[in-house]
C-alpha cells in the first residue's frame, strides 16, 4: 500500500515568495491534515479536511496561509508571502476517518526561508 | 483544551538498558493516546496507541506504554534499547469527539550510545 505522499522534499525560497506543497493521501482515506514542525517542537496541527470540506482551521495564518482540497483527494497548502518564522517542516497526514483511527504521515516538506 | 507535556527534552541511555519516555497529558474530556517516532529526515511512524480497553499497550519494536487514567500519564517504556532506536519520540492525544486531530507534545530525544 502506498504511504502518504509529498512534493516538493525541499524548497529554499526568499522571505515575501511564496511556495506551494501538494499531498496526496493514501487511497480511500476521508480525513487529510496539514501539520507544521518547526525545529525542536512537535507538529501542530494547520488544518484539518473530511473529504473536501474543512473541520479544523483555527491554528491557520490566514492572512498568508491557504489550502485547499478540491476534490477530495489530493491537498495543497500554499505560502504567501512566506515569513522567515515559517521555516519548518510541512507534514501532510492522512486516516481512514476520525477519532481513533491510525494517522499516517508523509516524510514532510522542508521550507527553509532566507 | 487539551495538552500534553513529555517531561524530557534529552533521554542518554546505553545500548540494551531499559528505558522509559515520560508523558503527561491534560483534558477535561476521554482522550485517545498515541506514540510516534520520527527517524532523522523522516516522517512520523506510530508505534501505539491506547484507545480503550486493558491499560498496557504493546506496539512495534518492542515498546510498550501504560495508560494511568489517575495520573493522566502515558509513560513510553522498552526492557532493552538498540542504536537503531535512535530517534526523536511523540507522545499525542486527540479527543473523542472534535475530529480526531492530534496534539502532540515536545517530543523527547532519545540517544542511544554503544
Known amino acids: 500500500e502506498a504511504g502518504v505522499a509529498q512534493s516538493p522534499r525541499y524548497k529554499i525560497i526568499e522571505k515575501r515568495q511564496s511556495v506551494a506543497f501538494w499531498c496526496n493521501p493514501i487511497s480511500g482515506h476521508a480525513t487529510l491534515y496539514w501539520y507544521q514542525q518547526i525545529l525542536g517542537q512537535g507538529p501542530k496541527l494547520l488544518i484539518q479536511f473530511q473529504n473536501n470540506g474543512v473541520v479544523d482551521d483555527s491554528q491557520l495564518p490566514k492572512d498568508r496561509f491557504s489550502a485547499e482540497r478540491l476534490k477530495g483527494v489530493d491537498s495543497t497548502l500554499k505560502i504567501q508571502p512566506a515569513k522567515l518564522e515559517d521555516s519548518a517542516v510541512y507534514l501532510c497526514?492522512?486516516?481512514?476517518?476520525?477519532?481513533?483511527?491510525?494517522?499516517?504521515f508523509g516524510e514532510g516538506s522542508w521550507l527553509t526561508v532566507v | 483544551a487539551q495538552s500534553v507535556t513529555q517531561l524530557d527534552s534529552q533521554v542518554p541511555v546505553f545500548e540494551e538498558a531499559p528505558v522509559e519516555l515520560r508523558c503527561n497529558y491534560s483534558?477535561?474530556?476521554?482522550?485517545?493516546l498515541f506514540w510516534y517516532v520520527q527517524y532523522p529526515n523522516q516522517g512520523l511512524q506510530l508505534l501505539l496507541k491506547?484507545?480503550?480497553?486493558?491499560?498496557l499497550v504493546k506496539g512495534i519494536n518492542g515498546f510498550e506504554a501504560e495508560f494511568n487514567k489517575s495520573q493522566t500519564s502515558f509513560h513510553l517504556r522498552k526492557p532493552s534499547v538498540h542504536i537503531s532506536d535512535t530517534a526523536e519520540y511523540f507522545c499525542?492525544?486527540?479527543?473523542?469527539?472534535?475530529?480526531?486531530?492530534?496534539?502532540f507534545g515536545q517530543g523527547t530525544e532519545l540517544s542511544v550510545k554503544p
Open positions: 483534558s477535561s474530556v476521554s482522550v485517545y
Open positions: 491506547y484507545l480503550s480497553g486493558s491499560t
Open positions: 499525542a492525544v486527540s479527543d473523542l469527539i472534535r475530529g480526531g486531530k492530534l496534539i
Open positions: 497526514a492522512s486516516s481512514l476517518q476520525s477519532s481513533g483511527n491510525t494517522i499516517y
